[in-house]
């Protein structure tokens, strides 16, 4: 399988969830920061941690 690069975020807590979830901050060809996940499984749990934030900061 491929790895999985999303945009970079400025935001702390999106960088704090991609710790959490494995990830890392790596860079484009172009010299562009990206967000990087090796496996599909810490793609998802960074997605499931953003989701929770999101919940908790509208409750």
């Known amino acids: 399988m491929y790895p999985i ?3 970079f975020s400025e935001n702390p807590i999106d960088q ?3 710790g959490q979830s494995g990830g ?3 860079f484009t060809a172009c010299g562009l920061p ?6 599909q499984e810490q793609f998802q749990a960074y997605m499931m941690l953003k989701g929770e ?3 908790n900061e509208k409750r």
Do not use: D, P
């Open 5 to 7: 690069q999303i945009v």
């Open 53 to 55: 934030a999101a919940y």
């Open 16 to 18: 704090r969830h991609l």
């Open 24 to 26: 890392t901050i790596s």
């Open 34 to 39: 990206v967000f990087h996940f090796e496996t």
